[in-house]
């Protein structure tokens, strides 16, 4: 079974940028869909993007322009390139394995915290 680990949160001002990254253990996630997904305050938990195992992408709408996840199989790891951050951005980030290309996750990081300050 995969374990992943989200890093890279933090406390940036407005208009800055951030990298999240996700290291995956206990197998290759090569042939993994995977996505990040994120948790504001008192909010459901949604999606940010996902990317196929082919290197494809799909955003949320929030997320298009902004953000760009990538990833590097032969270093078992995920990343969210987020630029352009907004306050409305502050939220617990995590990485999941996807069942299927921008599908339901499967298995989850414990998250990382972004807060972006006014």
């Known amino acids: 079974q995969v374990h992943l680990v989200e890093s890279g949160g933090g406390l940036v001002q407005a208009g800055a940028s951030l990298r999240l990254s996700c290291a995956a253990s206990g197998r290759t996630f090569s042939g993994d869909f995977l996505g990040w997904f994120r948790q504001a305050p008192g909010k459901e938990r949604e999606l940010v993007g996902s990317?196929?195992?082919?290197?494809?992408?799909v955003y949320a709408d929030f997320a298009k322009g902004r953000f760009t996840i990538s990833r590097d199989n032969a270093k078992n790891l995920m990343y969210l390139q987020m630029n352009s951050l907004k306050p409305e951005d502050t939220a617990d980030y995590y990485c999941?394995?996807?069942?299927?290309?921008?599908?339901?996750?499967?298995?989850w990081g414990q998250g990382t915290q972004v807060v972006v300050s006014s």
């Open positions: 990317i196929h195992t082919g290197g494809q992408t």
């Open positions: 999941a394995t996807q069942a299927g290309y921008n599908g339901p996750a499967v298995i």
